[in-house]
């Protein structure tokens, strides 16, 4: 049974634009790391809920939910506004 770990950027952290302003509506896009393979990430320590891909940040900027990965996987992280242009 795979072991979930909490991300660091979850319903706690809050995303910005490059000019500051709180990042409504952004979107957090999930990959295996040096790929373009969508790599899922859950809402709970169970491993049992998965997240939305791409994760939908809310008005104020930050995810819904925590964000859980699973153990012995490495991920990468497309940070984009809502119209799907990368920021960073």
Do not use: C, H
Not at 42 to 55: H, M, Q, S, Y
Request: glycine residues 14%; proline residues 6%.
């Amino acid at each position: 049974m795979p072991t979930y770990y909490l991300s660091p950027i979850g319903n706690g952290f809050q995303f910005l634009t490059s000019g500051g302003d709180i990042l409504n509506g952004g979107l957090i896009a999930t990959y295996a790391a040096g790929t373009t393979t969508p790599q899922a990430t859950f809402t709970d320590n169970t491993g049992t809920v998965t997240a939305a891909n791409p994760i939908v940040l809310g008005s104020d900027g930050r995810p819904a939910s925590e964000l859980w990965f699973t153990g012995g996987q490495s991920y990468k992280f497309l940070l984009a506004d809502s119209v799907s242009s990368t920021i960073a």
